[in-house]
């Protein structure tokens, strides 16, 4: 599976970005997709998880109820819409697919990873 981010860029403290995650060469709705960033200097951390389904969510606690995880099974893309952003969410993030079974947020649980694209928040 290849995984290609796009969406990225520079946003003033309190805007929105949306990021996009386009996959091709498996069958998309296999996988558990997740969201991961990266800032300099910091291991990657989890962000955000969807089911195979897009039924279920899972977020961790520093962007709940500031970032929405979505799917498109008909589109192969994963999608992660951005809201209220601080300075502390500058960094590169990530796409991820895993099969594993349930909302996966371990990076060694995830078997493909997109290139990053980078997100800066200026204040």
């Known amino acids: 599976v290849q995984l290609v981010e796009s969406g990225g860029g520079l946003v003033q403290v309190g805007g929105s970005l949306g990021l996009s995650c386009a996959a091709s060469g498996g069958t998309f709705s296999n996988y558990v997709m997740g969201w991961f960033r990266q800032a300099p200097g910091k291991e990657r951390v989890f962000l955000a998880v969807?089911?195979?389904?897009?039924?279920?969510?899972y977020y961790a606690d520093s962007v709940k109820g500031r970032f929405t995880i979505s799917r498109d099974n008909a589109k192969n893309t994963v999608y992660l819409q951005m809201n209220s952003l601080k300075p502390e969410d500058t960094a590169v993030y990530y796409c991820?697919?895993?099969?594993?079974?349930?909302?996966?947020?371990?990076?060694?649980?995830?078997?493909?990873w997109g290139q990053g694209t980078q997100v800066t928040v200026s204040s």
């Open positions: 991820a697919a895993s099969l594993r079974l349930g909302l996966v947020q371990e990076r060694e649980e995830y078997d493909y």
């Open positions: 969807i089911h195979q389904s897009g039924g279920e969510t």
